[in-house]
């Protein structure tokens, strides 16, 4: 637009300002006007000159910029219209393969506009507060918010355009308003009515002579007059008379004739636009006529030449290069698949003889536009994915990498396309005919070449399913979504050591660096995740419902969690948190093959699930775990790949650096620093150096080395360019050697490289982890150590005076009457177990070794409707239906998993079963009387089997149970994880559960040791039922006492109408405890033969669980014949004491034959238990790795049993 002609007058440019402040003042101000003023205050503040001439002239430009944008510029902005704006914008970056700023343009603007608002929350909010606190400040409200953020929007975007008009109007408006010596732009109206105004300025100055005519309404042209001089014509105008008012009256009436023109009437007006429109309908079909008639002859000339048109092998090779970057051509055709074909209506002799060729170009044509297909349709799809567990961030970084490698080909295809066409024109006639790849053969082998990376990822991607073949659907993926990080970092991983292997592959380098790039580049989320699982740590909260942690598609694939395990729980340290793993299933089944984590991540993620199980429970427990120490999430920098550049492109920047001010070509290299900057910046460490060596160049110490041109690592100072932090161009030989490269990608050093940096990681939080557990209760430990030996104490019965005190009390109770019911009901166990503790506390004055809070227990089978059964069992079956529970604090019940507190349970109920056995034969006291025969009988048996239970006791208590609980504590000791403390407990704990003949196949053992502890108490039970002190008589009483009662209330129940089950139920009881009196009524002339059934009937081990007789000797049969002789001796001969005195020497005999057949058994079982082992160690010890450990194991256990064979073979049985 032209400016307007001549400079515009004084006068106009101060009558404007004055105007247009009385509109803006009589106009009542809107908001959108506030902020109008706002921004131009700071527009004219920031364009301005600080010498203004005054606050007036500030005012007029401030006004006239206000009218102009109000008028032309200042249009409220439609939010749809500038997202459709933006949406243009992101559309044509991602066309032309620009995704990140197409995607950084979407999600800009949507974040602006939450921003706007959240500002204008905030300073609402601020306001308020202001308010309530009674304060006058006045807070400012941000000047963009959410109404008026399309406006700031639409700004930037007329900004980034080129100046059209309106923008320079305004800008001289506000720039220039006060010089009226300057030409203004206006718009195409204002020109308009400017060459208006300017025309009638003319007109009334100067009237056409035409308009003199019409006005004098007569002819009084004279052609004749022209030659007339000036004599004349004054002699003319005296003849004709002169008026004075005739020139200022002809003026006004032209004046007014001119308004009138440019004001028509609505009737001229109205026909003034109908011949318009009939004009431009007209020229429209003119218009359309010439174009069809141009086409018609356009195409036929086309179809001629087309016929004549005879193409170059040069021209051949341009088309197949638009081909190969993806774009349609002349000689081939590209359909809507992305496949390209060749367009068989352009062939001629030429092309027919290179169709091989050409068809070779349409196939590696159509690899790349899949390749492209691929890259955009992930690309996509990561912009629009919003939910995190469906994403597949490795395939998107790989994406990323195939798009860079695309672009670098495309623009070497390019570089290409411009040779030839400049070795093409007139001016270069030679260049043609000695260019290198002009044919179409030498094209396919250089694309070949170029592109052998890219050729190698595409087969890769079509194998695995990520593509599919030419012809076929390219945005369906075969391989799911859940496992397709996994199965492309393990493809991409195959692949470069496939690649690595191979020594005489061609362009193996490229291919290697290709390769390389892209598995980093692939591998990149799956260690951030890492690195983020390690900084979070698994969560050990109650409700873990809902982790975030797990919203990351990668930590899914690596870590497995079970819901369904509380905290609490004691396998919830091993079981909550564990590895995936493929099975041998989703192995084979490549459809599905399940989560797991990536083949590169394999060998760490024991470790890293470890270190991170310790950082959530170090977090629950308020412990910091890491500090500052943290993982590094650039794999890049794991890996020692920092610089990617290589020695020879530093070489212009040394020499650059290396120069003084005083070398000619100084200038010419100051001259291109930028490009070698531009060239070198490829990581954001590598730019960073750079830069500081052109800056600092000559203010440092290498400058000063130029004349001696060395470069000494050790000997440079402290500079901007030697920061001891950094390594800058350390590792420049890596990239040199590309196998090396390659190399620290593959396994195992990749693997080894990794755990090396995790260990410190891992050896940080396994020894805060332990000094946690270790530490005791005073320094804010939970000290493991004392509830191990609280543990022992109570369940190994180490405790001696405590134990013994509470056992003593318990037999006492046990032994009275009624005692099976109230010995062992809980609340009398734990009061007992706590007297116990009390008083032998107050008699040493130490701390107690034990809280008795943490101790509870309980008795199983403690049902008062099942009084009578229990009433029928013997005291010491009854003492195994006593349980103990220790409460571990959490964390320490990890330490203490199930399978391990079965075993404490099981030594605790096998300790109390002997020592009842002990402390009975024990209260046995020898009685002041002469001896007879059947006493010396009984105290010989007697003796015997205390000598039993002691041996078995010292076996059990001292050979096994005090040296395992003396290992697990010099173990814990030297614990350094939680993991080793569970492996360290279990093991011990499973040692002593084989020792003490506990598993599955030592049941038979273990059934002699409970009929040793059974036979003990029948010997002192026969000894009491001899001598009249035994309970039997009193319990019998009590039944009867109860009988009695229970009579009378059913009689009562019966006249009163109460319900048959009362009275049943009555009947049933009355039946049970008749069956049991006379069962024992029946059993006691016999010597109780029900009784010692228990220890002549042993289980010997069949696996059906039937249990075998002791065996048919002559034992058996003499009990067989006692029985049957007793059974008909008659009633007086029962009552008289010399039958008392036979039963009981009968007794005595069985019940030593019974405990001698009893040893026999306890050897032959030990001694078979020690060929088992023996023979199980020698298979185990055939693996090298656990031979020496197997070994061992098998000579500590083989010397505690033959310790134990030994006591039982030198003992003497005989009288």
């Given at each position: 637009m ?7 007058t ?5 009558r ?5 402040l ?7 101000k ?5 902020d109008?003023?706002?921004i131009?205050?700071?527009?004219l ?19 006239r910029?206000?009218?102009l ?6 249009s ?20 032309h ?6 995607t950084?343009?979407?999600?800009c603007?949507?974040?602006l ?7 204008a ?14 304060s ?8 963009i918010?959410?109404?008026n ?7 930037l ?7 059209d ?27 308009k ?27 009084d ?13 004054r002699?003319l ?15 006004r009436?032209?004046l007014?004739a001119?308004?009138?023109s ?15 429109l ?17 086409k018609?002859?356009h195409d ?23 081909s ?11 359909h ?9 209506s ?12 050409m068809?070779a ?19 996509f ?5 919003v ?9 998107e ?7 860079a490698?695309?672009?670098?080909l ?26 290198r790849?002009?044919t179409l ?14 050729l ?12 599919s073949g030419?012809g ?16 492309l970092?393990?493809?991409l991983?195959a ?12 362009h193996?380098d490229?291919?290697?660096?290709d ?8 591998c ?12 979070r ?5 109650i409700?873990?419902?809902h982790?975030?942690l797990?919203?990351d598609?990668?930590v ?32 084979d ?39 500052g120490?943290?993982p ?21 920047l ?10 000619p ?6 001259a ?11 990581t954001?460490e ?15 110490q290498l ?6 041109k ?20 350390w590792?420049?030989?890596?990239t ?11 396994e195992?050093?990749?693997g ?7 260990s ?5 939080v396994r ?9 005791p209760?005073?320094?804010g ?22 134990m013994?005190?509470?056992l ?9 009457r ?7 009901n ?17 008699s ?21 409707d099942?009084?009578a ?7 010491i079956?009854?003492?195994a239906?006593?349980k ?17 507190m ?8 096998t ?36 000598w039993?239970?002691r ?17 697990i504590?010099?173990a ?27 598993r ?17 108490t ?9 001598i ?10 009590a039944?009867r006492k ?14 009163e ?18 069956g ?19 220890f002549?009937r042993?289980a010997?081990g ?11 000797t ?13 059974a008909d001796?008659s009633?007086n001969w ?6 008392k005195?036979?039963?009981?020497r009968l ?6 034959k019974?405990l001698?057949?009893?040893?026999e ?25 656990q ?29």
């Open positions: 032209a400016p307007v002609a001549g400079p515009s004084g006068s106009s440019a101060e404007a300002p004055r105007t247009n009385t509109r803006v003042s009589a106009r009542s809107t908001n959108k006007r506030i109008q003023e706002t131009l205050n700071h527009l503040g920031v364009f301005m000159e600080e010498s203004s001439p005054s606050l007036s002239s500030k005012a007029a430009q401030k006004a910029a206000v009218h944008i109000d008028k032309d510029s200042w409220p902005a439609d939010k749809d219209e500038v997202a459709a704006a933006l949406h243009g914008l992101s559309l044509k970056h991602s066309i393969l620009d995704y990140e700023l197409a950084a343009l979407q999600r603007y949507s974040q506009i939450v921003s706007c608002e959240r500002s929350q905030l300073a609402e909010q601020s306001r308020k507060v202001e308010i309530r606190r009674g006058r400040l006045n807070v400012t409200p941000p000047l918010r959410p109404d953020v399309s406006d700031a929007v639409r700004f975007l007329q900004l980034s355009k080129p100046a008009i309106i923008a320079r109007t305004a800008a001289n408006l506000m720039l220039n308003a006060t010089h009226s010596s300057r030409s203004q732009y206006v718009t195409a109206e204002q020109r009515n400017a060459e208006r105004r300017e025309w009638l300025s003319i007109l009334v100055q100067e009237p056409l002579q035409g308009d003199a005519w019409v006005d004098e309404g007569q002819d042209s004279d052609l004749s007059d022209w030659s007339l001089d000036s004599d004349d014509e002699r105008r005296m003849e004709q008379g002169y008026d004075s008012d005739k020139e200022p009256r002809k003026q009436d032209r007014a001119v308004s009138a440019m004001h028509p009437s609505p009737s001229l007006l109205q026909d003034f636009q109908q011949r318009k009939w004009s431009e309908q007209r020229r429209s079909r003119l218009a359309a006529l010439a174009k069809a008639k141009e018609s002859l036929g000339a086309l179809q001629a030449t087309n016929r004549a048109l005879q193409l170059s092998e040069a021209d051949i090779v341009r088309e197949s290069l638009s190969l970057m993806g774009s349609s051509s002349m000689l081939y055709s590209r809507s698949s992305g496949q390209f074909t060749i367009d068989n352009r062939k001629d002799p030429l092309t027919n003889s290179l169709t091989e060729q068809e170009v349409a196939y590696l044509a159509s690899t790349l536009s899949i390749l492209r297909s691929f890259v955009k349709a992930t690309v799809q990561s912009i629009h994915t939910d995190a567990l469906t994403r597949t961030p490795a395939v970084a790989f994406a990323e990498q195939l798009q490698l695309l672009e670098n495309c623009s070497q295809f390019s570089e290409l396309d411009a040779d030839i066409a400049a070795g093409s024109t007139l001016a270069h006639p030679a260049v043609i005919r000695t260019n790849y002009t053969t030498q094209l396919i082998n250089f694309s070949y070449s170029k592109a052998a990376s890219v190698l990822l595409a087969r890769l991607l079509k194998d695995m399913g990520f593509i030419h076929g659907d390219t945005d369906v993926s075969l391989i799911p979504r859940g496992s397709s990080d996994r199965a970092i393990d493809g991983q692949l470069l050591a496939f690649v690595h292997q191979q020594d005489e592959l061609a193996g490229m291919i290697l660096t390769l390389s790039t892209c598995l980093l580049a692939a990149r989320p799956a260690w951030r995740s890492v690195c983020h699982l390690l900084q740590g698994l969560s050990f909260a409700h873990r419902d982790d975030l797990f919203d598609r990668l899914q694939h690596m870590i497995r969690h079970d819901a369904s395990i509380s905290t609490s729980d004691s396998a919830f340290w091993t079981s909550g948190y564990v590895v995936n793993q493929p099975s041998i299933d989703e192995v089944n490549m459809v599905n093959p399940g989560y797991s984590s990536p083949a590169f991540l394999q060998s760490i993620m024991q470790d890293v699930l470890t270190t991170a199980k310790g950082v959530g429970l170090l977090r629950s427990l308020g412990v910091d775990a890491l500090g120490v943290q590094d999430p650039n794999l890049g920098h794991v890996l020692g790949l920092r610089t990617t550049i290589a020695q020879t492109s530093l070489n212009p040394q020499s650059l650096v290396e120069r003084g001010a005083d070398d070509i100084n200038t010419e290299a100051e291109g620093h930028e490009e070698i900057v531009a060239a070198l910046c490829f954001p590598v730019a960073t150096e750079n830069l500081r060596r052109l800056l600092f160049a000559r203010g440092t400058a000063e080395q130029t004349e001696t060395t470069y000494v690592e050790d000997v440079l100072p402290q500079t901007p360019i030697s920061r001891p932090d950094t390594e800058p161009l590792d420049v030989s890596i040199r050697n590309h196998r090396h490269l390659s190399h620290r990608l593959l195992p050093l990749l080894r490289l990794l755990q090396e940096h995790l410190p990681i891992s050896a940080l020894k805060r982890v332990t000094e946690v557990l270790l530490s209760v005073t320094e430990g939970y000290a493991l150590q004392s509830h191990v030996q609280a543990c022992h104490g109570l369940f190994f019965m180490r405790r001696g005076a405590e013994a005190s509470w003593e009390s318990l037999f006492m109770d046990l032994d009275r009624n005692g099976m019911l109230r010995a062992t809980h609340h009398r166990l734990h009061s007992g177990f706590n007297d116990a503790l009390e008083i032998h506390q107050q040493n004055g130490g701390e107690a070794w034990i809280d008795v809070n943490l101790v509870r227990f309980c008795t199983v089978n403690d049902d008062m099942r009084a059964a229990i009433r029928q069992r013997s005291r079956h009854r003492l239906d006593v103990v529970e220790y409460e571990v604090p959490w964390p320490l019940t990890f330490v203490f998993p199930t399978g391990c079965r075993f404490y349970q099981y030594i605790f109920s300790l109390l079963q002997a020592n009842y056995a002990q402390w009975k034969l024990a209260s046995t006291l020898k009685l002041a009387k002469p001896e007879t025969m059947h006493m010396r009988k009984f105290w010989s048996l007697r003796r015997q089997a205390q039993l239970v041996t078995l006791i010292g076996f059990i208590q001292s050979d096994i149970l005090f040296d395992g609980s003396q290992r504590l010099s814990l000791e030297g614990t350094r994880s939680i993991d080793s403390a569970i492996q360290v407990h279990t093991e011990a704990l499973e040692r002593m559960e084989l020792l003490c003949f506990h599955l196949d030592q049941a038979k053992v273990k059934e002699l040791f409970s009929a040793a502890w059974r036979i003990g029948e010997v002192v039970n026969n000894y009491e039922r001899f009249g002190t035994s309970t039997q008589e009193e319990d019998r009483l039944r109860r009988r009695e009662r229970r009579k009378k209330r059913r009689d009562k129940a019966k006249r109408g109460a319900p048959l089950g009362a009275i049943a139920e009555e009947d049933e009881e009355e039946e049970e405890e008749d049991e009196e006379q069962q024992e009524e029946e059993q006691e002339p016999i010597g109780n033969v029900r009784d010692h059934d228990d002549e042993v010997v069949d696996m059906d669980g039937e249990a075998t007789l002791f065996g048919h002559d034992v058996s049969e003499a009990i067989s014949t006692d029985a049957s002789m007793s001796i009633a029962i009552e008289s004491e010399t039958h005195r036979e039963s009981f007794e005595c005999e069985r019940q030593r019974a001698n057949r009893l040893v058994e306890l050897k032959v079982g030990v001694d078979d238990q020690i060929g088992r082992i023996a023979a199980r160690s020698a298979v185990q010890a055939q693996d090298a790795t031979a020496d450990r197997v070994l061992q194991e098998h000579d500590h256990a083989r010397a505690k049993w033959q310790g134990l064979l030994d006591a039982l073979a030198w003992s003497d049985m005989g009288y």
